[in-house]
C-alpha cells in the first residue's frame, strides 16, 4: 500500500469513527427527547411542542450515518448463499460489483436528497421553527458517505487489503475447511 493510500485509508476511518459517534449521540437524544415528552404529557400533563419533529430529525441522523457506517464495515444485509460455492475470483467480482451499486446508491440518495432539501427550503418545521430541509440532510450527508465507503472498499479489495465479506465467510466455515 501506498502512503498516500494509508493516509486516506485513515482519514476516513476517522470520518467513519465521527460519523458513528454523531449516530450514537442522536440516538442517546433521541431517547432523552422521547422520555422527557412521556414524563412531561404523563406526569405534568403537558406537551413539548419540540419533542415529536426533533426525535423525528435525531431518527433521521442515526438511521442512516449508521447505515453508512454498515456498508464501511460490511454490516450491511447481503445473501451469502452464492460465496459459499463459488471461487474466490467470483466472490470477488461479486463483491466488487455489489460495492459499485451501493457507491452508486448513495450518489441517487445524496442528489434526491439535496433536491428535496432545496424544495422544502422556505417551509418551517412546527414546532421547532427551523427550515424543512433539516429533514432531508441525513439524506444527502449519509448518500456522500455510501458512496465514499463503498470506493473505499473497492480500493482496498483490489489492493490487497482483503476482500469485503472475506472475514464473515471463513468465520463461517468449519475450522477445517478455511
Not at 64 to 79: D, I, P
Not at 105 to 121: C, D, H, K, N, V
Not at 161 to 175: N, Q, R
Request: glycine share 8%; with cysteine; aromatic share 10%.
Amino acid at each position: 500500500m501506498t502512503t498516500q493510500h494509508i493516509l486516506l485509508s485513515r482519514l476516513v476511518d476517522r470520518l467513519a469513527k465521527l460519523a458513528l459517534a454523531a449516530a450514537g449521540t442522536a440516538l442517546v437524544l433521541m431517547t432523552a427527547i422521547v422520555g422527557a415528552q412521556v414524563f412531561s404529557r404523563y406526569v405534568l400533563n403537558f406537551s413539548l411542542t419540540f419533542a415529536e419533529p426533533m426525535a423525528i430529525q435525531l431518527m433521521g441522523w442515526f438511521i442512516f450515518l449508521g447505515a453508512a457506517v454498515g456498508v464501511r464495515e460490511n454490516f450491511h444485509l447481503g445473501l451469502d448463499l452464492l460465496r459459499y460455492v463459488a471461487p474466490p475470483s467470483v466472490n470477488r467480482l461479486l463483491d466488487t460489483i455489489s460495492l459499485a451499486l451501493i457507491a452508486i446508491f448513495g450518489l441517487f440518495i445524496s442528489w434526491y436528497g439535496f433536491e428535496l432539501a432545496a424544495r422544502t427550503w422556505d417551509t418551517l418545521i412546527p414546532g421547532l421553527g427551523i427550515t424543512g430541509a433539516t429533514d432531508f440532510l441525513p439524506l444527502t450527508c449519509s448518500g456522500l458517505l455510501f458512496t465514499l465507503f463503498a470506493i473505499e472498499r473497492i480500493i482496498n479489495m483490489h489492493c490487497g487489503s482483503g476482500a469485503p465479506g472475506a472475514d464473515v465467510l471463513e468465520a463461517s466455515l468449519p475450522k477445517d475447511a478455511a
